[in-house]
Protein backbone atom coordinates (compact mmCIF):
# COMPACT_ATOMS: atom_id res chain seq x y z
CA UNK A 1 0.00 0.00 0.00
CA UNK A 2 1.27 3.45 -0.82
CA UNK A 3 2.52 5.61 2.56
CA UNK A 4 1.00 8.52 1.25
CA UNK A 5 -2.24 8.98 -1.44
CA UNK A 6 -5.65 10.41 -2.32
CA UNK A 7 -8.51 9.33 0.60
CA UNK A 8 -11.18 7.65 -0.72
CA UNK A 9 -13.08 6.45 1.95
CA UNK A 10 -15.84 9.28 2.82
CA UNK A 11 -17.67 10.42 5.69
CA UNK A 12 -21.19 10.64 5.07
CA UNK A 13 -23.74 12.54 6.84
CA UNK A 14 -27.93 11.98 6.73
CA UNK A 15 -30.26 14.78 8.18
CA UNK A 16 -33.92 14.18 8.26
CA UNK A 17 -36.28 16.73 8.70
CA UNK A 18 -40.02 17.67 9.93
CA UNK A 19 -42.21 20.56 8.77
CA UNK A 20 -45.15 21.76 9.55
CA UNK A 21 -46.06 24.15 6.55
CA UNK A 22 -47.47 22.14 3.19
CA UNK A 23 -44.55 23.65 0.84
CA UNK A 24 -43.47 20.60 -1.22
CA UNK A 25 -40.45 21.80 -2.21
CA UNK A 26 -39.21 22.16 1.40
CA UNK A 27 -35.08 21.99 1.49
CA UNK A 28 -34.79 21.99 -2.32
CA UNK A 29 -35.76 26.27 -1.59
CA UNK A 30 -32.72 26.67 -0.47
CA UNK A 31 -30.52 28.80 -2.80
CA UNK A 32 -27.53 28.03 -4.77
CA UNK A 33 -25.28 30.28 -3.31
CA UNK A 34 -26.27 29.43 0.43
CA UNK A 35 -25.26 25.88 -0.95
CA UNK A 36 -21.93 26.85 -1.90
CA UNK A 37 -21.14 28.72 1.64
CA UNK A 38 -21.87 25.46 2.90
CA UNK A 39 -19.80 23.40 0.96
CA UNK A 40 -16.95 26.04 0.84
CA UNK A 41 -16.71 25.16 4.96
CA UNK A 42 -16.67 21.41 4.26
CA UNK A 43 -13.82 22.73 1.73
CA UNK A 44 -15.52 21.19 -1.95
CA UNK A 45 -17.49 22.55 -4.35
CA UNK A 46 -19.96 21.60 -6.86
CA UNK A 47 -18.99 20.05 -10.52
CA UNK A 48 -22.14 19.10 -11.90
CA UNK A 49 -25.69 19.08 -10.93
CA UNK A 50 -29.10 17.52 -12.00
CA UNK A 51 -32.77 17.65 -10.36
CA UNK A 52 -36.26 15.61 -11.24
CA UNK A 53 -39.38 16.26 -9.26
CA UNK A 54 -38.51 14.43 -6.62
CA UNK A 55 -34.85 15.95 -5.53
CA UNK A 56 -31.00 17.55 -6.79
CA UNK A 57 -28.27 15.73 -7.05
CA UNK A 58 -24.82 17.45 -7.09
CA UNK A 59 -21.58 16.09 -7.98
CA UNK A 60 -19.15 17.33 -5.86
CA UNK A 61 -15.28 18.07 -6.06
CA UNK A 62 -14.98 15.82 -3.55
CA UNK A 63 -18.46 13.13 -4.07
CA UNK A 64 -22.00 13.96 -3.36
CA UNK A 65 -25.01 15.88 -1.84
CA UNK A 66 -28.85 15.34 -2.39
CA UNK A 67 -31.55 17.55 -1.12
CA UNK A 68 -34.76 16.32 -1.21
CA UNK A 69 -37.71 18.31 0.01
CA UNK A 70 -37.23 16.98 3.97
CA UNK A 71 -33.62 15.08 3.40
CA UNK A 72 -30.21 15.93 2.64
CA UNK A 73 -27.62 13.51 2.29
CA UNK A 74 -23.77 14.51 1.45
CA UNK A 75 -20.76 12.52 1.34
CA UNK A 76 -16.82 13.98 0.83
CA UNK A 77 -13.82 11.99 0.73
CA UNK A 78 -10.26 13.34 0.79
CA UNK A 79 -9.66 15.43 3.99
CA UNK A 80 -12.56 17.50 3.89
CA UNK A 81 -14.41 19.14 6.91
CA UNK A 82 -18.04 17.33 6.59
CA UNK A 83 -19.81 17.74 10.40
CA UNK A 84 -19.10 21.65 9.99
CA UNK A 85 -21.81 21.27 7.64
CA UNK A 86 -24.30 20.33 10.14
CA UNK A 87 -25.10 23.37 11.90
CA UNK A 88 -25.63 25.92 8.99
CA UNK A 89 -27.88 22.90 7.53
CA UNK A 90 -30.29 23.42 10.64
CA UNK A 91 -29.91 26.83 10.28
CA UNK A 92 -31.32 26.91 6.58
CA UNK A 93 -33.99 24.63 7.36
CA UNK A 94 -35.11 26.35 10.29
CA UNK A 95 -35.48 29.43 7.53
CA UNK A 96 -38.04 26.84 6.06
CA UNK A 97 -39.68 26.37 8.74
CA UNK A 98 -38.51 22.50 8.90
CA UNK A 99 -36.95 20.96 12.09
CA UNK A 100 -34.42 18.86 12.61
CA UNK A 101 -35.92 15.11 13.53
CA UNK A 102 -32.67 12.76 12.76
CA UNK A 103 -29.04 12.56 12.10
CA UNK A 104 -27.27 9.89 10.80
CA UNK A 105 -23.23 9.74 10.38
CA UNK A 106 -21.19 7.30 8.88
CA UNK A 107 -17.98 6.09 7.66
CA UNK A 108 -15.64 3.27 6.74
CA UNK A 109 -11.93 2.97 7.98
CA UNK A 110 -10.01 5.43 6.06
CA UNK A 111 -7.01 3.98 4.33
CA UNK A 112 -4.61 6.96 5.54
CA UNK A 113 -6.16 7.64 9.02
CA UNK A 114 -2.83 9.79 10.48
CA UNK A 115 -3.19 12.71 6.88
CA UNK A 116 -6.82 13.52 8.37
CA UNK A 117 -7.57 16.48 10.14
CA UNK A 118 -8.88 16.70 13.38
CA UNK A 119 -11.68 15.92 14.71
CA UNK A 120 -11.37 12.61 11.67
CA UNK A 121 -8.33 11.15 13.77
CA UNK A 122 -10.52 9.71 16.22
CA UNK A 123 -14.34 8.80 16.03
CA UNK A 124 -15.08 9.55 19.65
CA UNK A 125 -13.90 13.08 18.59
CA UNK A 126 -16.19 13.25 15.49
CA UNK A 127 -19.08 11.80 17.79
CA UNK A 128 -18.93 14.65 20.37
CA UNK A 129 -18.85 17.60 17.16
CA UNK A 130 -21.83 15.88 16.08
CA UNK A 131 -23.16 15.93 19.42
CA UNK A 132 -22.34 19.26 19.83
CA UNK A 133 -23.96 20.55 17.04
CA UNK A 134 -27.35 18.83 17.01
CA UNK A 135 -30.34 19.94 19.79
CA UNK A 136 -31.37 18.48 22.67
CA UNK A 137 -35.06 17.18 21.12
CA UNK A 138 -32.82 14.80 19.10
CA UNK A 139 -32.58 12.17 22.45
CA UNK A 140 -32.16 8.97 21.24
CA UNK A 141 -28.31 8.79 20.31
CA UNK A 142 -26.02 5.66 19.97
CA UNK A 143 -22.58 5.53 18.18
CA UNK A 144 -21.32 2.17 17.26
CA UNK A 145 -17.95 0.71 15.61
CA UNK A 146 -18.80 -2.18 14.14
CA UNK A 147 -15.06 -4.11 13.95
CA UNK A 148 -14.78 -7.47 12.30
CA UNK A 149 -13.88 -10.20 14.07
CA UNK A 150 -11.04 -10.74 11.51
CA UNK A 151 -10.31 -7.20 11.03
CA UNK A 152 -6.39 -7.59 11.76
CA UNK A 153 -5.66 -9.60 8.48
CA UNK A 154 -5.68 -6.23 6.51
CA UNK A 155 -9.13 -7.68 4.73
CA UNK A 156 -11.81 -5.90 6.74
CA UNK A 157 -12.33 -2.50 7.88
CA UNK A 158 -14.09 -1.61 10.28
CA UNK A 159 -17.53 0.48 9.85
CA UNK A 160 -18.72 3.62 12.03
CA UNK A 161 -22.12 4.70 12.53
CA UNK A 162 -23.36 7.27 15.27
CA UNK A 163 -27.62 7.72 15.21
CA UNK A 164 -30.01 10.39 16.69
CA UNK A 165 -33.44 11.32 16.55
CA UNK A 166 -36.46 12.60 18.01
CA UNK A 167 -38.38 9.38 17.71
CA UNK A 168 -37.66 6.07 18.65
CA UNK A 169 -39.19 4.40 15.43
CA UNK A 170 -37.74 4.76 12.87
CA UNK A 171 -39.88 5.92 9.46
CA UNK A 172 -37.18 5.99 6.67
CA UNK A 173 -38.89 3.69 4.42
CA UNK A 174 -35.83 3.35 1.69
CA UNK A 175 -33.18 0.61 2.53
CA UNK A 176 -29.69 2.54 1.98
CA UNK A 177 -27.11 0.24 0.84
CA UNK A 178 -23.50 1.58 0.96
CA UNK A 179 -20.69 -0.35 -0.65
CA UNK A 180 -16.79 0.53 0.17
CA UNK A 181 -14.15 -1.55 -2.35
CA UNK A 182 -10.41 -1.46 -1.99
CA UNK A 183 -7.54 -2.74 -4.11
CA UNK A 184 -9.69 -3.18 -7.63
CA UNK A 185 -8.68 -4.85 -10.67
CA UNK A 186 -5.90 -3.09 -12.16
CA UNK A 187 -7.23 -3.89 -16.17
CA UNK A 188 -10.78 -2.40 -15.06
CA UNK A 189 -9.77 0.84 -12.91
CA UNK A 190 -7.96 1.84 -16.21
CA UNK A 191 -11.45 2.90 -17.58
CA UNK A 192 -11.38 5.92 -15.03
CA UNK A 193 -7.83 7.04 -16.59
CA UNK A 194 -7.97 10.36 -19.12
CA UNK A 195 -6.19 9.93 -22.33
CA UNK A 196 -3.68 12.43 -22.48
CA UNK A 197 -4.66 15.24 -25.35
CA UNK A 198 -8.56 13.54 -25.92
CA UNK A 199 -9.86 16.62 -26.39
CA UNK A 200 -13.06 15.94 -24.49
CA UNK A 201 -14.03 17.97 -21.43
CA UNK A 202 -14.97 16.66 -17.82
CA UNK A 203 -18.66 15.81 -18.43
CA UNK A 204 -17.97 14.03 -21.97
CA UNK A 205 -14.72 12.21 -20.42
CA UNK A 206 -17.35 11.06 -17.71
CA UNK A 207 -19.89 10.22 -19.77
CA UNK A 208 -16.92 7.98 -21.93
CA UNK A 209 -15.98 6.17 -18.94
CA UNK A 210 -19.63 5.62 -17.69
CA UNK A 211 -20.34 3.57 -20.58
CA UNK A 212 -16.83 1.56 -21.11
CA UNK A 213 -16.91 0.83 -17.15
CA UNK A 214 -20.77 -0.68 -17.45
CA UNK A 215 -21.66 1.70 -15.15
CA UNK A 216 -24.49 2.63 -17.23
CA UNK A 217 -25.64 -0.91 -16.63
CA UNK A 218 -26.31 -1.03 -12.89
CA UNK A 219 -29.48 0.31 -13.39
CA UNK A 220 -30.27 1.11 -16.97
CA UNK A 221 -33.37 3.08 -16.01
CA UNK A 222 -31.51 6.32 -14.01
CA UNK A 223 -30.31 9.56 -15.53
CA UNK A 224 -26.96 9.44 -15.24
CA UNK A 225 -25.02 13.03 -14.25
CA UNK A 226 -21.39 11.79 -14.48
CA UNK A 227 -17.83 13.49 -13.96
CA UNK A 228 -14.32 12.48 -15.12
CA UNK A 229 -11.17 13.89 -12.93
CA UNK A 230 -7.68 15.03 -14.73
CA UNK A 231 -5.81 12.85 -14.91
CA UNK A 232 -7.67 10.54 -13.25
CA UNK A 233 -11.09 9.86 -10.68
CA UNK A 234 -14.34 9.85 -11.49
CA UNK A 235 -18.10 10.70 -10.05
CA UNK A 236 -21.49 10.14 -10.92
CA UNK A 237 -24.84 10.27 -9.30
CA UNK A 238 -27.59 8.27 -10.81
CA UNK A 239 -31.46 9.92 -10.87
CA UNK A 240 -34.44 7.32 -11.14
CA UNK A 241 -37.21 8.23 -9.88
CA UNK A 242 -37.19 9.22 -5.66
CA UNK A 243 -34.10 7.32 -5.71
CA UNK A 244 -31.20 7.95 -5.76
CA UNK A 245 -27.56 6.03 -6.40
CA UNK A 246 -23.71 7.53 -6.36
CA UNK A 247 -20.55 6.09 -7.56
CA UNK A 248 -17.16 7.62 -6.91
CA UNK A 249 -13.50 5.96 -7.94
CA UNK A 250 -9.83 6.85 -6.71
CA UNK A 251 -8.04 4.37 -9.44
CA UNK A 252 -4.55 4.80 -8.68
CA UNK A 253 -2.75 1.64 -7.82
CA UNK A 254 -1.60 1.26 -4.02
CA UNK A 255 -4.51 2.98 -2.95
CA UNK A 256 -7.40 2.34 -5.12
CA UNK A 257 -11.22 2.57 -4.25
CA UNK A 258 -14.44 2.79 -5.47
CA UNK A 259 -17.68 3.25 -3.51
CA UNK A 260 -21.51 2.45 -4.12
CA UNK A 261 -24.55 4.12 -2.84
CA UNK A 262 -28.05 3.59 -3.41
CA UNK A 263 -31.45 3.95 -2.04
CA UNK A 264 -33.44 0.36 -2.66
CA UNK A 265 -37.00 -1.17 -1.64
CA UNK A 266 -37.03 -4.43 -0.14
CA UNK A 267 -39.32 -5.56 -2.55
CA UNK A 268 -38.40 -5.72 -6.66
CA UNK A 269 -41.10 -3.00 -7.46
CA UNK A 270 -39.27 -1.96 -10.67
CA UNK A 271 -35.86 -0.90 -9.46
CA UNK A 272 -34.21 -4.05 -9.14
CA UNK A 273 -33.49 -6.53 -6.90
CA UNK A 274 -30.57 -5.69 -4.35
CA UNK A 275 -28.62 -8.40 -4.33
CA UNK A 276 -28.97 -8.38 -8.23
CA UNK A 277 -27.96 -4.25 -7.68
CA UNK A 278 -25.07 -5.01 -5.69
CA UNK A 279 -23.73 -7.51 -7.95
CA UNK A 280 -23.66 -5.32 -11.01
CA UNK A 281 -21.98 -2.07 -9.32
CA UNK A 282 -19.10 -4.76 -7.71
CA UNK A 283 -18.92 -6.33 -11.00
CA UNK A 284 -17.58 -3.19 -12.79
CA UNK A 285 -14.71 -2.95 -10.17
CA UNK A 286 -13.90 -6.42 -9.12
CA UNK A 287 -12.26 -5.78 -6.65
CA UNK A 288 -10.16 -7.53 -3.33
CA UNK A 289 -11.63 -6.17 -0.60
CA UNK A 290 -15.66 -5.40 -0.41
CA UNK A 291 -17.82 -3.99 2.97
CA UNK A 292 -21.62 -3.45 2.57
CA UNK A 293 -22.98 -1.61 4.85
CA UNK A 294 -27.13 -2.04 4.80
CA UNK A 295 -29.20 0.37 7.04
CA UNK A 296 -32.78 -0.78 7.20
CA UNK A 297 -34.73 1.97 8.29
CA UNK A 298 -38.78 1.93 8.65
CA UNK A 299 -38.42 -1.75 6.93
CA UNK A 300 -37.82 -4.30 9.33
CA UNK A 301 -34.31 -6.50 8.57
CA UNK A 302 -34.58 -8.80 6.39
CA UNK A 303 -32.32 -12.01 7.15
CA UNK A 304 -32.94 -13.62 3.73
CA UNK A 305 -32.07 -10.43 1.88
CA UNK A 306 -28.41 -10.57 3.99
CA UNK A 307 -28.38 -14.29 2.54
CA UNK A 308 -29.62 -13.80 -0.74
CA UNK A 309 -26.79 -11.22 -1.30
CA UNK A 310 -23.97 -13.55 0.04
CA UNK A 311 -24.79 -16.38 -2.25
CA UNK A 312 -24.96 -14.35 -5.36
CA UNK A 313 -21.72 -12.58 -4.73
CA UNK A 314 -20.22 -16.02 -3.95
CA UNK A 315 -21.92 -17.67 -7.24
CA UNK A 316 -21.30 -14.88 -9.65
CA UNK A 317 -18.26 -12.72 -8.16
CA UNK A 318 -16.15 -15.34 -6.25
CA UNK A 319 -16.61 -13.45 -2.90
CA UNK A 320 -16.89 -15.43 0.57
CA UNK A 321 -18.50 -13.38 3.36
CA UNK A 322 -15.82 -13.26 5.94
CA UNK A 323 -17.72 -11.41 8.39
CA UNK A 324 -21.44 -10.46 9.11
CA UNK A 325 -22.28 -8.18 11.56
CA UNK A 326 -25.74 -6.95 12.90
CA UNK A 327 -26.27 -3.27 15.54
CA UNK A 328 -29.75 -2.06 16.27
CA UNK A 329 -29.95 2.00 16.69
CA UNK A 330 -32.70 3.80 18.08
CA UNK A 331 -35.09 5.88 15.75
CA UNK A 332 -32.78 4.89 12.85
CA UNK A 333 -33.19 1.05 12.09
CA UNK A 334 -31.10 -1.79 11.69
CA UNK A 335 -27.67 -1.72 10.04
CA UNK A 336 -25.88 -4.95 8.72
CA UNK A 337 -22.26 -4.94 8.19
CA UNK A 338 -21.01 -7.66 5.94
CA UNK A 339 -17.00 -7.72 4.94
CA UNK A 340 -16.33 -9.88 1.82
CA UNK A 341 -12.98 -11.03 -0.13
CA UNK A 342 -12.35 -13.24 -3.50
CA UNK A 343 -11.48 -16.96 -2.11
CA UNK A 344 -8.67 -17.09 -4.22
CA UNK A 345 -6.70 -14.44 -2.26
CA UNK A 346 -7.34 -14.85 1.36
CA UNK A 347 -4.92 -15.68 3.36
CA UNK A 348 -5.35 -17.74 6.70
CA UNK A 349 -4.09 -17.47 10.03
CA UNK A 350 -1.90 -20.35 9.42
CA UNK A 351 -0.42 -18.70 5.80
CA UNK A 352 -2.21 -20.82 3.51
CA UNK A 353 -4.88 -20.14 1.16
CA UNK A 354 -8.33 -20.54 1.51
Not at 24 to 51: H, K, W, Y
Amino acid sequence: MAVSGFEGFEKRLELRFSTTNNNPMGLRLIDFESLDQVLNEVQCTVVSAVANHSFDAYVLSESSLFVYPTKIIIKTCGTTQLLKSIRPFIHLARTLSLTLRACRYSRGSFIFPKAQPFPYTSFKDEVVIVEESLPNSLRYRKASVMTPSNNNNNHSRAWHVFTASADVAPDEPLVVVEVCMTELDRVNARSFFRRKGDGKNSDSAGKEMTRLSGIDMINANAFICDFAFDPCGYSMNGVDGDRYSTIHVTPEDGFSYASFECGLSLYNDGHGDISEVLTRAIDVFRPDCVSVATTYGGEDYNHEVTKRVERLLAKKLGLTCRSRLVDEFPGSGTVVFQSFTPRRKYSSPEGGEQ
